[in-house]
Structures are given as C-alpha cells and as structure tokens.
C-alpha cells in the first residue's frame, strides 16, 4: 500500500493549492482518508477528514471556511483545496488512511496507512 501525494509548493499568503493523495493497492471507498501536517518543531496535528464510509467530513478549527477536502472516487484520489492560505499553514502535508472500524484519533494515531508527505511553505 503506497500512496502518491502531491500539490505541495511555495505560494505566498493569501494564496492556493490542491494537494492530491491517490493511494495504490486498495480503493478508498470504505476507508477514512485524512490529511495531517507537521510544522517545523511542532507536533503533527489534524487537518481534515473525509469518511468514506457514512460521508462525515471533520476539519480542524484552524482551517474551517479555508479547506475543503473532497474524494474522487472514479480517480480513487483524495484533494485537499486550500485557500487563502497564511505563514502558520507552512508544513509538510500528509494523507493517511484508517480501515474500515479502526480506531484512531483526530492528530492521526492509529491511522494504518501514510503517505511520504508533500511540503507546503506560505510565505508572508
């Protein structure tokens, strides 16, 4: 299981990406997707989830109004949109997936699957 992140880059504040995650060797369909982030020196934290499972979508109140994460299921990928992005938003990015009644939480314990992480940097 692997999956293919990207979207990442240098944008200035105020600015937007999409970062994508297609994971290889299963589809999502039933699998909880999440995207997670570690700043330089800071512990990693919870961006946004989508369940696959019953539809339930959870952002962390950092980026509530700002990203929005959707799944494509015909492309089997998952897209972070972040918009008006500021300096605090700059981290690496990654997408992990949890199975069907595994028991994780918000920053990403017990998520089964990552990603390697793609870099985002929002200068001022």
């Known amino acids: 299981v692997q999956f293919v992140e990207s979207g990442g880059g240098l944008v200035q504040a105020g600015g937007s990406l999409r970062l994508s995650c297609a994971p290889t060797g299963f589809t999502f369909d039933d699998y909880t997707i999440g995207w997670f982030r570690r700043a330089p020196g800071k512990q990693r934290e919870g961006v946004a989830y989508?369940?696959?499972?019953?539809?339930?979508?959870n952002y962390a109140d950092s980026v509530k109004g700002r990203f929005t994460i959707s799944a494509d299921f015909a492309q089997n990928t998952v897209y972070l949109q972040m918009n008006s992005l500021k300096p605090e938003d700059t981290a690496v990015y990654y997408c992990?997936?949890?199975?069907?009644?595994?028991?994780?939480?918000?920053?990403?314990?017990?998520?089964?699957?990552w990603g390697n992480g793609t870099l985002v940097t929002v200068s001022a």
């Open positions: 989508i369940n696959n499972d019953d539809d339930t979508i």
């Open positions: 992990a997936a949890a199975a069907p009644h595994s028991d994780y939480d918000f920053d990403g314990g017990g998520m089964d699957y």
